[in-house]
């Protein structure tokens, strides 16, 4: 399948610290997405970057694309502890969109 | 405000049940639905994708015959869980399409225990 591999299945850092996910997929995409997800709640998008596409910003978040690696990763600055969640990439190939198998983040106060 | 609408959010039914779970798209018409499932502590997995006034595409492994899948407007989805057993119990979560530019919107989701 399309999924992609979400490294590290799970984070915890300290309020403050800086916080790094990577994603990594398999065949050619159209764009990447970001999602959060809350525990037992829907999903909240972030970022989207499409594939000509090499930066993003968005607040305290960064999302960079590397279609050569076939790889993404996120990252979130200055953490908080509102951020405690579980992140998602998603990969849109225009016929199909699959998500990752995410990875948790713990911020601890 | 929401884009994407899913009904209820939380079902609790006993087992040999069947449950419907409806979603609407709420601000432009849709051809296209995508349902998916999250186990717990895991991603979530497209389960099939609706079609106005056609078939559902089902994902391998997905049972067309329990999971019925409707699309009869370009505003409404649904899925039935049919005689639905205690490893069915699950989140269900749609979405409406995105495009090369736009993400995809998704309903808030449908929380099912199957006792």
């Known amino acids: 399948s399309q999924q992609g591999e979400e490294d590290p299945q799970a984070l915890s850092i300290q309020e403050g610290e800086n916080a790094t996910m990577n994603c990594s997929y398999k065949?050619?995409?159209?764009?990447l997405q970001w999602y959060r997800q809350n525990s037992g709640r829907g999903l909240v998008h972030l970022i989207l970057?499409?594939?000509?596409?090499r930066e993003k910003h968005s607040g305290r978040l960064r999302v960079t694309l590397d279609t050569s690696k076939k790889s993404s990763s996120l990252l979130i600055t200055a953490s908080r502890a509102a951020d405690t969640a579980s992140y998602f990439c998603?990969?849109?190939?225009?016929?199909?969109?699959?998500f990752g198998t995410g990875t948790s983040l713990t911020v601890i106060p | 405000g929401a884009v994407v609408s899913q009904h209820p959010s939380w079902v609790i039914c006993k087992s040999g049940t069947s449950v419907k779970i409806e979603c609407r798209s709420l601000?432009?018409?849709?051809?296209?639905m995508f349902w998916y499932r999250q186990f717990p502590k895991q991603s979530l997995m497209l389960m099939a994708t609706?079609?106005?006034?056609?078939?559902?595409?089902?994902e391998q492994g997905v049972e067309k015959d329990k999971f019925l899948i409707n699309h009869a407007s370009l505003t409404l989805s649904t899925l039935t869980v049919t005689s639905a057993h205690p490893e069915d119990s699950s989140f269900y979560i749609c979405?409406?399409?995105?495009?090369?530019?736009?993400?995809?919107?998704f309903g808030d989701g449908t929380r099912l225990s199957i006792l």
């Open positions: 979405s409406v399409p995105g495009t090369p530019r736009e993400p995809q919107h």
């Open positions: 065949t050619s995409i159209n764009n």
């Open positions: 970057i499409r594939s000509n596409e």
């Open positions: 998603a990969t849109d190939t225009g016929n199909q969109f699959y």
């Open positions: 601000d432009f018409q849709a051809t296209t």
């Open positions: 609706s079609n106005e006034g056609s078939k559902a595409t089902y």
